[in-house]
């Protein structure tokens, strides 16, 4: 008597396909199809048989027909019931059903690591095509989101932005830890009982980086980035604010993925007893209502930056809106140095020294340092027009561009901000 049967896929026994996924010891470990297009799959009723012993679900084989080609998305065994011959049993009975579907080619990509599996192809008759690559490239946007993004002013951003920040390293390795990792591997963080942000606030005195974060996080996770300007939607009354907030909203959520930044929040979100007109309380009230309504769906997140978090709302901060407020501090001089590094790597210099310009730049932001960068390069690019050949920035020229550059933060913003550290960060 055999000791398992197979049969055709039911739904019930969706569970113990995904069990099986789950179980590393039951099929390919870096496998080429994701288990959503394996449910996707199975839902849409494309061939999949399972083995049974008893009750009991355990192993299967799903494929995905394209035409006279089908795909093996996954097969899996329990690892009780390895090297017995199952593997085949399987394929052969997702054979039978492909071959009423019309199929005459079925393809099948194993990680080169992949153990389960490979035998049983090779045993069934499949042949593995030597020199043969895997090319794969994913597409951020669906079509369907292309013309929405458009409209919205959205786009896709370069995939190394995230690089480019520099120094920042406290605020970096947080925004990863808490944003960027979760989002990016939503799986593992439910497995670990992890519920992945969906709207974060960024605040920190001006030119310190916060939109160019909110950025870099669109770029690590490659999804659109949308920013909405209040200036900008507000037409003529705060009536009209909260209406084209609303519909704003609307349309983002309608895109499959999606940073929504939203800069200078308190403009929308100012403390409601500071509002002078009804009017741009609706405006708050507006907001928030939206924010829940945004955190349902996966794959969005919002990033709202300020210069000015004591400004905003105490119920627009509250847990349930965001899930972090992470500050975004001035650049110690570790940073500096680092972001020196970047702005004068375009310049070109003899040896500085970075010391002397670091301990010159403390009350510069980011923002600042790329500025004073830029005057240097100014003072290089004159004197070559003036006939110098390899004309190059001094350590003095560069000081000289600090001097001549007024420093955005004031001994005041930075206590001011200390303060807010304390009363108003939660990370
Ligand atoms: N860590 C960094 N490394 C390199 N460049 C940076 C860094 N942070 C910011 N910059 C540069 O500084 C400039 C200002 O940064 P950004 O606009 O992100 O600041 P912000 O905090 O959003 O300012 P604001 O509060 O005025 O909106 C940008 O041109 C950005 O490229
Ligand atoms: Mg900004």
Known sequence: MALWRIRDFHDDDLDAVIRLWDDPGSGDSEPVFSLSELVAAVRADQPTVVATVGEEVVGCAVAEVDRDRAWLLRLSLSPHW????MGSALLSGLEERLLEAGVHRISCLLSSSAEIGAAALEHQGYRSRAGVVFYEKLEAVTF??????????????????????KGMVKEKELIEQRVVLPLAHVELAERAGLLPPRAVVLFGPPGTGKTTFAKAVASRLGWPFVELFPSRLAGESPAGLAAALREAFAQVSELDTVVLFIDEVEEIASLRGQQSLSAAQGVTNEMLKLIPAFREKEGRLLVCATNSVRALDAAFLRHGRFDYVIPVGPPDAEARR????RYLSEVPHGSLDFGEIVGRSEMLTPADIEFAARRAAQVVFERSVAGEVGASATTEEVLESIRATRPTL??????????????????
């Not at 369907?144 to 920040?165: C, F, H, K, M, T």
């Not at 930075?414 to 990370?427: Q, S, V």
């Open 338 to 341: 680092a972001i020196w590094d």
């Open 410 to 427: 004031t001994s005041r913003m930075i206590e001011e901000f200390e303060a807010d550290i304390e009363e108003y960060a939660r990370l």
């Open 82 to 85: 390895r090297h017995r011959g």
């Open 144 to 165: 369907a989101d292309r013309g929405l993004l458009g409209q919205l002013g959205g786009r896709i951003l370069r995939p190394d932005l995230w690089d480019s920040l």
